[in-house]
């Protein structure tokens, strides 16, 4: 009686073994068939958005004074709409002293001639990104913000017409 109680016990030990035969085998099987593809694949290095890369740029510059009494804080690219955003403080300005109509008019021709002609503006310009300048007083209040879209700001390329003789 104990060898035909053994048997079974046995009988299971070897379905028990094939099966974990089989499970090692399949696993085995994923493991080269997903290597096969992932070598098979290129291993691109993925490049940094020019723009992002931009903003990374600056932003390791920052804060920076720009002039006497303006500090670039930051920039920031805003998604999905390609809006740059350059974060300025006007350090020794409040906002109830400040003629803030007078300031735009001061303002908002110098950034367009900035945008259009200055090299560091390249980038910008290549990808036709909106341009935010948002302009906070002393204290952290938002003075203005000056927003310039691609079309107001990048020259129209001059193309003469063919002349051929």
């Not at 030990?13 to 992932?38: A, D, N, P, Q």
């Not at 690219?77 to 409040?94: A, E, G, K, R």
């Not at 900035?114 to 980038?123: F, G, I, N, P, R």
């Not at 000056?146 to 129209?156: A, H, Q, T």
Request: glycine residues 4%; aromatic residues 8%.
């Amino acid at each position: 009686m104990s060898i035909l109680a053994f048997k079974p016990i046995h009988m299971t030990f070897k379905e028990t073994g094939s099966s974990m035969h089989k499970l090692i085998f399949h696993t085995g099987v994923i493991l080269v068939l997903g290597l096969f593809v992932l070598t098979g694949c290129k291993n691109e290095v993925l490049q940094e958005d020019p723009v992002l890369k931009e903003a990374k740029r600056i932003n390791y510059k920052c804060p920076i004074m720009v002039d006497q009494i303006t500090r670039m804080d930051s920039v920031t690219v805003l998604l999905p709409d390609s809006i740059f955003q350059f974060c300025y403080t006007l350090v020794d300005q409040s906002m109830g002293s400040m003629d803030v109509a007078g300031l735009l008019r001061y303002l908002e021709p110098k950034l367009i001639l900035y945008a259009q002609d200055h090299a560091s503006m390249t980038v910008q310009r290549q990808h036709r990104l909106t341009l935010a300048f948002l302009y906070r007083d002393k204290n952290g209040e938002i003075v203005t913000e000056i927003v310039l879209k691609p079309e107001e700001y990048i020259r129209k390329q001059n193309v003469s017409p063919d002349s051929s003789d």
